[in-house]
């Protein structure tokens, strides 16, 4: 059970993220799963450091897991945030996701297989985007949105650097 436990706590993400898609958006049954999912994305690292259980099918597992959760919380918040952000926090947020999204090309394209880094910027930018549902309402959002775009992008150049650096390896 130890060896295998941060890979359920893992699935127990993408089991949520799942249950997300049957959930009212807003609801307090939405809140409860989403907040399990947070949590559960914080603990299975945790876990799996604690317990030297660190493994290549475990970071891919966190990897779709991650994936699935903001892919569905895009489906689930957008309709929200469509009627509150400026077009500009729009474009910035396209440019942002497209970048990370030829990041995740080129690294697939570079290792052979799909992987994203675990950077403590990445995890920070995470967390902070988790608190975007609770504050569809407030005048905080757009100035917070912000603030998770800049460090989108920062960890965007980083990742770039990550693959220059890779590419640099394998070319040597």
């Given at each position: 059970?130890?060896k295998?436990?941060?890979?359920?706590?893992?699935?127990?993400?993408?089991?949520?993220?799942?249950?997300?898609?049957?959930?009212?958006?807003?609801?307090?049954?939405?809140?409860?799963?989403?907040?399990?999912c947070?949590?559960?994305?914080?603990?299975d690292?945790?876990?799996a450091?604690?317990?030297n259980?660190?493994?290549?099918?475990?970071?891919?597992?966190?990897?779709?897991?991650?994936?699935?959760f903001?892919?569905?919380?895009?489906?689930?918040?957008?309709?929200?945030?469509?009627?509150?952000?400026?077009?500009?926090?729009?474009?910035?947020?396209?440019?942002?996701?497209?970048?990370?999204?030829?990041?995740?090309?080129?690294?697939?394209m570079?290792?052979?297989y799909?992987?994203s880094?675990?950077?403590?910027?990445?995890k920070?930018?995470?967390?902070?985007?988790?608190?975007?549902?609770?504050?569809?309402?407030?005048?905080?959002?757009?100035?917070?949105?912000?603030?998770?775009?800049?460090?989108?992008?920062i960890?965007?150049?980083?990742?770039?650097?990550?693959?220059?650096?890779?590419?640099?390896?394998?070319?040597?």
């Amino acid at each position: 059970m130890k060896k295998n436990l941060a890979n359920i706590i893992t699935l127990t993400r993408l089991i949520g993220t799942i249950a997300l898609f049957f959930t009212e958006t807003m609801s307090v049954e939405f809140f409860v799963i989403y907040i399990w999912c947070g949590i559960s994305d914080i603990l299975d690292g945790f876990v799996a450091r604690k317990t030297n259980t660190i493994s290549k099918l475990g970071s891919k597992l966190d990897s779709v897991s991650d994936i699935s959760f903001y892919t569905m919380m895009m489906y689930k918040i957008l309709p929200y945030l469509r009627r509150r952000f400026p077009k500009y926090v729009w474009i910035l947020i396209y440019l942002a996701v497209g970048i990370r999204a030829l990041c995740y090309i080129a690294v697939a394209m570079t290792k052979g297989y799909f992987e994203s880094r675990h950077t403590i910027l990445n995890k920070f930018n995470s967390g902070m985007m988790f608190f975007l549902p609770f504050l569809v309402e407030h005048p905080l959002l757009i100035p917070f949105s912000l603030v998770i775009l800049a460090g989108a992008f920062i960890s965007n150049l980083e990742e770039i650097v990550h693959i220059v650096q890779i590419n640099q390896v394998k070319g040597a």
